[in-house]
């Protein structure tokens, strides 16, 4: 549901495993066999092709995958510069990788902590620049996006 919902509003392109990806990028391989196997009784040239789509967007997923928990362990970093609040700012981090777009309300609630409190961390992780504002055009509401993440979906 989150996908769609970044789907939706252009932050992401497409989701990790989307072999739609591959046959939108070899349309032409993709019809051509599909009537090979209408026409022919080509099964195998479509099912190596497929998996051949599978291994490609399998083989991005991984890499994605590994780019994230990179960006994670340098989101740990800049948070251990935090001092006393390091511990809270963890739980934020947490936080933003189940709830990646997120305002200040939000954060309080799900934390269990303060407004002002919220709004101190959240303002301490933009100047850390792991987070940015990002306000959607339907919403008055001061939204957080954690970007970085999301520009490792964008390639």
């Known amino acids: 549901l989150i996908t769609l919902e970044l789907l939706y509003y252009g932050i992401l392109n497409k989701p990790i495993l989307y072999i739609s990806d591959f046959l939108e990028k ?83 609630a799900k934390l269990n902590i303060v407004f002002n409190t919220a709004k101190s961390l959240l303002n301490e992780f933009e100047k850390l620049k792991i987070i940015k504002v990002f306000s959607f055009q339907k919403t008055k509401k001061k939204q957080f996006i954690l970007w970085d993440y999301f520009n490792l979906y964008k390639t």
């Open 26 to 108: 070899n349309k032409n391989d993709y019809f051509n066999i599909l009537d090979d196997v209408r026409n022919n009784n080509d099964i195998d040239r479509w099912l190596i092709f497929f998996l051949k789509g599978i291994i490609e967007t399998a083989n991005k997923s991984k890499n994605t995958f590994e780019k994230v928990i990179e960006l994670r362990m340098q989101y740990e970093n800049k948070i251990r510069t935090l001092g006393r609040r390091a511990q809270l700012g963890q739980k934020l981090l947490i936080l933003l990788f189940s709830y990646p777009i997120i305002d200040t309300g939000s954060v309080a």
